[in-house]
């Protein structure tokens, strides 16, 4: 009796975990052995200068009871941390505000794309632009824009009379997320079009003309045929959006630095990991940021068991 | 059966306004960086008196063109290492079955959905036990986080889609799986490479929370630390001419190549994201 | 130059077992065709031989040697694919030289075979092109010279003709055919679904069905003596009558099959009586359905042009010798009138 598997498939086996094994060295050394790092040093005392000698100190970086006594006491840590919450809030106002736009734009943009029509090539190319610019460079020409004394975004609503007075958009706590939130959309609604565009283009045309010789209103053929054809598409887009959202930092970082209005959780780690040497400390708020993401990708993973192997049914 | 004119107006108009939008802030940045001392302050929308000078300042004074030059070494050896790494586990994920290869998949895939700042704290520690602490090798070697999975999960979706039959038919012609992958698939798959090169390029070119973290020496740093940190004296000094010149420069070669690789650009981000 | 001995040969997927106890001795330098529906297994026991399956069970030995455990290129086989699996990035020289590269041939040995190759198939003029460059049929050639200049002991064909036009497909198979004679003593295995090419290329023709093998025999053995009722419907084009009911019955069979060639069809008389319900004319025959009483829907097949109409009424009989009785599970009750 022959082996069941073959000198062949035996050959190609060991040849694939060769070839796998370069890719899977570095993304250790880069993600599992750092990840590890920063959840060992969320435990323990690190600081910036004395990462070898870090002791283990429990959850005291999350959840600490200091007793001054007399029954007083405190709670410490970063699930007591008042400024913590603030900016999980902050994150979640951000990706949830944002994304819907990008989402609702990026819609709009994809079916006005969708069309045929002169130029249409040109309009792509122009609106994916946006996406081009790096984070740090849009963020800097919206600051610029958005500047209070001189920016162009003030002279332009005083013009059209939807403002009286100049707003310090960036300075401002009421308006810093708004400006914020206005350089995201801009950015990234052109990734969210793409997305939705590559979903439309696969709705096969035939449907329309069926359709249209049904004699069925175009709002409707949108909202009954269309939409519920591209919504997976559009799903994914906006786990990928939201995703991304949820560690939002460059953008913050530049147009509207320490403020507790805008501060993201991205924001509130590196601060403390390396502005105020809070090492361990920002490493808990990692690990915490990690683990929401982490719970998100599987929950979303899960939903749409997502066929990993490209098998072909 | 005709469209009414209002219907085809508005439609222009909803056209006319996603384009303005989508140019207007890089129009304006280009606007900006043609001025200088008090032109710089009026508001206009038109260019009224063009001037070079911001761009001068920007590429003769100071580390300006090093830190270009930084930027150029880090993208560009970045997608030469990933895809050198990336093209070879293609291979072994949508070629050849065996077991743990869905897990390694998910690997991949949940890597690429890692918060760069989760690593953050480790990572600094690897690149300070490592000396590389700022280094432009420090970034080309984190970089890898972000670059090699979308790398290879978007090579592995384009291989897949290969027809089986050259593969066996190299395998009866006595063709290792390294000679298949450098003679057979590599020649086949440059357009997917091309895309995922450019994409990869992109992003490295772009980043900004390891390279603010991991450099400390304005010689090193890349363009966008160098951009984010230009700074004046005081609030009222900001350099706005010189952020905007420095920012076009940074900005005009990526918008050359999505202007002319639009199409491989669009393909490469859909299949990075749909195809899941 | 080869004899190839398949020996009680199983494969499965998991649980599911698609080829069962395969036993078939090819002589060297015979032409077998594999051949069956799609499904059977044909292509997967051709794959097996070529080394890109694995053997789940059972022996494979080729030139008296056990081959389960030999790379494929190792197994001194070349195989044609359906697709012809040309490298597009390679000339049409590169294709055929790749191979011979891969077994460290020196670069005048690899030109002298190539051009061998190439003359022998009139692709000479072809050696510069790439892939993309040549018509479907040009392809085919390149594919099959690509198989020859490894010199193989076995060459295997896995539907090599079915992405050809129709005109293009006959030339082709009478190439494979003379092929077939001046390459002496190479063994060639051939799989295809269709029962045409079976017959006018075969030697020795494989028929499969459902992972077993149904009967193996000469193409004029399977059209005479069909060992199942599966065969006796697969081989013959058109299709052998397979009746059942009182026909049958009266013979103590479940089935009573006849070829639409073996029906003598007459206006006036005749065992059977029926009424036309349609007509197809080829030109070189012309074939009648008729709804034949207490028999059933007969083909008949008539030599050259006949003018008959629908709805005509018809006699027909059987030729007694060339009934094919079978049995509920498919088994042949032995012949009647015959020997």
């Not at chain 1, 390396?274 to 982490?294: E, H, M, N, P």
């Not at chain 2, 300006?64 to 790494?85: D, E, H, K, Y």
């Not at chain 3, 003359?119 to 003029?125: K, N, R, V, Y």
């Not at chain 3, 002991?153 to 293009?168: G, K, M, Y």
């Amino acid at each position: 009796m022959g082996k069941s598997r073959s000198l062949l498939s035996r050959t190609r086996t060991r040849s694939a975990w060769l070839v796998l094994l370069p890719m899977l060295v570095t993304l250790f050394v880069v993600a599992a052995w750092p990840l590890g790092r920063t959840i060992w040093f969320s435990f323990t005392d690190a600081s910036l200068d004395l990462m070898a000698d870090a002791q283990f100190v429990g959850i005291r970086n999350y959840l600490e009871y200091v007793k001054f006594g007399d029954e007083d006491g405190q709670y410490y840590g970063l699930l007591a941390d008042a400024r913590w919450w603030r900016s999980v809030w902050n994150t979640i106002y951000f990706a949830v505000v944002s994304v819907s736009f990008e989402t609702l734009f990026g819609l709009v943009i994809a079916l006005v794309l969708n069309q045929q029509f002169r130029g249409r090539g040109l309009v792509r190319a122009a609106v994916l632009i946006p996406w081009a610019i790096p984070t740090i460079v849009s963020a800097k020409m919206w600051a610029w824009m958005m500047h209070d004394q001189f920016g162009i975004l003030n002279d332009m609503f005083q013009r059209l009379g939807l403002i009286s007075e100049p707003v310090a958009w960036t300075a401002s706590p009421d308006t810093a997320m708004i400006a914020v939130m206005i350089v995201d959309i801009w950015k990234t609604t052109p990734f969210m079009a793409l997305l939705i565009l590559a979903g439309l283009q696969m709705v096969p045309q035939d449907i329309y003309e069926a359709a249209k010789l049904d004699g069925v209103p175009a709002f409707r053929t949108f909202r009954r045929v269309t939409l519920p054809l591209i919504l997976p598409a559009i799903l994914v887009a906006v786990v990928f959006r939201t995703l991304d959202a949820l560690r939002v930092f460059d953008i913050i970082y530049v147009l509207t630095p320490n403020t507790d209005a805008t501060r993201t959780m991205s924001v509130y780690a590196r601060e403390n990991l390396f502005d105020y040497d809070q090492f361990a400390y920002g490493s808990a708020a990692s690990t915490l940021l990690f683990l929401v993401i982490a719970v998100i990708t599987i929950t979303f993973i899960m939903a749409t068991r997502m066929d990993l192997e490209g098998k072909r049914s | 059966m005709k469209t009414p004119l209002w219907k085809r107006l508005g439609f222009y108009a909803v056209v006319a306004v996603i384009v303005l939008q989508a140019l207007f802030p890089f129009y304006y940045a280009i606007l900006t960086s043609l001025e200088d001392g008090q032109a710089l302050f009026d508001v206009n929308y038109l260019p009224a008196a063009p001037d070079f000078v911001n761009y001068r300042t920007m590429l003769t004074q100071g580390v300006f063109g090093r830190q270009i030059l930084n930027s150029v070494f880090v993208a560009t050896v970045v997608v030469i290492f990933s895809l050198a790494l990336a093209v070879t586990a293609a291979y072994a994920l949508s070629r050849i079955q065996f077991r743990g290869r869905g897990l390694l998949l998910l690997t991949v895939l949940s890597v690429s959905m890692f918060p760069q700042i989760a690593v953050l704290s480790g990572l600094f520690e690897v690149i300070r036990f490592f000396g590389l602490f700022n280094s432009l090798w420090a970034l080309v070697f984190s970089y890898m986080i972000f670059t090699l999975p979308f790398t290879v999960w978007v090579l592995t979706t384009f291989m897949r889609n290969m027809p089986v039959e050259i593969e066996e038919a190299a395998i009866m012609d006595g063709a290792s799986s390294l000679t298949i992958i450098r003679r057979v698939f590599l020649p086949l798959m440059w357009p997917a490479m091309v895309t995922t090169g450019l994409l990869a390029f992109i992003h490295a070119w772009n980043e900004f929370l390891f390279a603010l973290t991991f450099l400390s020496t304005d010689s090193q740093r890349t363009v966008p630390v160098a951009i984010a940190l230009i700074s004046g004296r005081s609030e009222f000094e900001i350099p706005w001419g010189n952020i905007m010149a420095a920012s076009v420069i940074v900005t005009l070669p990526l918008v050359a190549l999505v202007l002319v690789f639009q199409r491989k650009i669009v393909s490469g981000l859909t299949a990075g994201a749909v195809k899941g | 130059m080869a004899k190839v001995e398949l020996v009680n040969v199983s494969k499965s997927y998991g649980d599911v077992e698609v080829l069962h106890d395969i036993n078939l001795a090819l002589e060297e330098g015979e032409f077998v065709v594999f051949v069956g529906p799609s499904g059977c297994g044909k292509s997967t026991l051709l794959r097996m031989i070529a080394g890109l399956e694995d053997i789940t069970g059972g022996e494979l030995l080729i030139g008296g040697e056990p081959m389960n455990d030999v790379l494929p290129a190792k197994r001194g086989i070349s195989m044609v694919f359906q697709s012809y699996a040309l490298y597009p990035h390679m000339t049409v020289f590169e294709n055929m030289a790749f191979g011979l590269e891969q077994a460290k041939l020196s670069k005048p040995e690899i030109r002298e075979r190539v051009n061998k190759a190439a003359t022998m198939l009139q692709i000479e003029p072809l050696l510069d092109r790439k892939p993309k460059q040549l018509s479907g049929g040009q392809r085919q050639r390149v594919a099959i010279g690509r198989a020859i200049t490894r010199d193989p002991r076995v060459f295997l064909f896995d539907e090599p003709l079915s992405n050809l036009d129709a005109a293009l497909r006959v030339d082709t198979r009478l190439e494979i055919a003379s092929l077939h004679e001046r390459l002496t003593g190479t063994t060639m295995i051939y799989v295809t679904h269709d029962q045409v090419e079976a017959m006018t290329l075969a030697d020795r023709i494989v028929v499969l069905n459902g992972g077993v093998i149904e009967q193996v025999g000469t193409p004029m053995d399977l059209y005479e003596n069909p060992a199942s009722q599966f065969v006796a419907g697969f081989i013959g084009s058109p299709k052998m009558n397979l009746l059942t009911g009182p026909v049958a019955e009266n013979e103590g069979a479940a089935t009573y099959g006849i070829r639409p060639e073996h029906i003598r069809f007459s206006r006036d008389e005749g065992l059977w009586i029926g009424r036309v319900v349609l007509t197809e004319r080829l030109g070189s025959d012309t074939f009648v359905h008729v709804k034949t009483e207490g028999v059933g829907m007969v083909n008949v097949r008539i030599e050259g042009r006949a003018d008959i109409e629908q709805g005509e009424t018809v006699h027909l009989t059987p030729d007694a010798r060339s009934v094919h009785l079978f049995y509920a599970d498919g088994t042949p009750l032995s012949r009647k009138f015959m020997q």
